[in-house]
């Protein structure tokens, strides 16, 4: 049966940034995606890759796919899941859900993320703000220019 280990030769492709094996969209599978945890097996395998069947793994944009990973390695039991690290018990609850406390923290790089982003919007915000005041502004200059060019006429 097909495993990771036939895309081998893949490894001497130092530029290979992008690797479709499967569309889900589609339903269409490489087999080698039936393998239990190919997807880690390949990205062990091919470190350059930023992009694994059309999800970004890599890279700027990479924390939804890393959550994704975390949550699908917290239910499957996994070793590097969040709860075994931090521990399956707390005192919050957390335990019943069977993650440990670590697993809903934001990781630090998702909070700077989040506060950039809010900074811009804020920042974008203004910036209309400023240019709807300047719109008024230039449209009552306007009104007045035309009433002055009504009074010259007259």
Known sequence: SPSTEDLHSLTDLANLESLQLQD???DLTNPICLSA???DKILDLLPQLSCLDGIRVRGSGDSYYQLCRQIDQALSGGSNSPSAAA???SS???SSSGLGE???SLDASVTAALAETA???TEFAEAVARLRDRE???MLCLEEWDRELKKRKV
């Open 24 to 26: 889900r969209s589609r």
């Open 37 to 39: 945890g190919y997807a």
């Open 87 to 89: 521990g399956a018990s």
């Open 92 to 94: 919050d609850g957390a």
């Open 102 to 104: 670590a697993f809903w």
């Open 119 to 121: 900074a811009a919007e």
């Open 136 to 138: 008024l502004q230039t």
